[in-house]
């Protein structure tokens, strides 16, 4: 799942169709909460407020300036994802916790990886 965007006014909005038509679910491990969107229903993750400050930059960004041309733990290049997964950068040491977007700190994984990373991290307790 992606992170829902923001108005101005602080109010979600779906980050596939736009629209503001959208339902905040339970909280969920380290997110504020689920997101759905009423036209078109996705469904996404809305970050905790205090938590948006603090993001840098983004994933796809981090994987640009750090790629060697393939996911770091399933080994497949660009070429070998399906549609529409990407390299993306994950933070080791999260942004929030004090983590840092040197090399050091950043692995560039797919979507799929990453995922699973998160989710070894939020409910199985891992790589803590």
């Known amino acids: 799942m992606i992170d829902a965007n923001r108005t101005e006014a602080g109010k ?18 380290p997110h504020f909460g689920s997101v759905r969107c009423r036209d078109c229903g996705q469904s996404c993750w809305l970050p905790k407020p ?13 994987a640009r300036k750090y790629s060697r ?34 090399r050091s700190n950043v692995w560039v994984v797919c979507s799929s990886c990453h995922a699973l990373i998160h989710h070894q ?8």
């Open 50 to 62: 205090e938590n948006e400050k603090k993001r840098r930059r983004s994933s796809l960004g981090l």
């Open 121 to 128: 991290r939020t409910y199985l307790g891992h790589y803590r």
């Open 12 to 29: 979600p909005t779906c980050p596939k169709c736009g629209s503001g038509n959208v339902v905040i679910g339970g909280k969920s491990g």
């Open 69 to 102: 041309g393939f996911c770091d733990l399933c080994q497949r290049t660009p070429a070998e994802l399906p549609h529409p997964e990407v390299l993306e950068g994950h933070h080791v040491k999260e942004v929030v916790d004090g983590g840092t977007d040197d």
